[in-house]
């Protein structure tokens, strides 16, 4: 059974900076991507970033030029580090894992990130 323990989150400012990170407890090689959704109170979860096997990403538009995602193969870890974060990304952000073989989906906890004055 994979599991992801997700780190990070917390209460900033508008225009702050955080960062969350998601540890995989299986090899970088059973990975075929690794990313990060997030769902907000009374909207569906929704697609933040997404960082494949061939490093290739994929960002939601909105958090385009502010979020970076990345990976460290050695240690089956994934970040999203948020920059100029705006009161529109409070959420809970998910972790979210897909294997190699068999192709199966895995998701994290979830950690509140809230953007408040």
């Known amino acids: 059974q994979v599991q992801l323990v997700e780190s990070g989150g917390g209460l900033v400012q508008p225009g702050e900076s955080l960062s969350v990170t998601c540890a995989a407890s299986?090899?970088?090689?059973?990975?075929?991507?690794m990313g990060w959704y997030r769902q907000a109170p009374g909207k569906q979860r929704e697609l933040v970033a997404t960082i494949a096997s061939d490093h290739s990403t994929n960002y939601l538009d909105s958090v385009k030029g502010r979020f970076t995602i990345s990976r460290d193969n050695a240690k089956s870890t994934v970040s999203l580090q948020m920059n100029s974060l705006k009161p529109e990304d409070t959420a809970i952000y998910y972790c979210?894992?897909?294997?190699?073989?068999?192709?199966?989906?895995?998701w994290g906890q979830g950690t509140q990130v809230t953007v408040s004055s």
């Open positions: 299986i090899s970088i090689f059973s990975i075929y991507r």
């Open positions: 979210n894992l897909i294997t190699t073989w068999p192709r199966r989906d895995y």
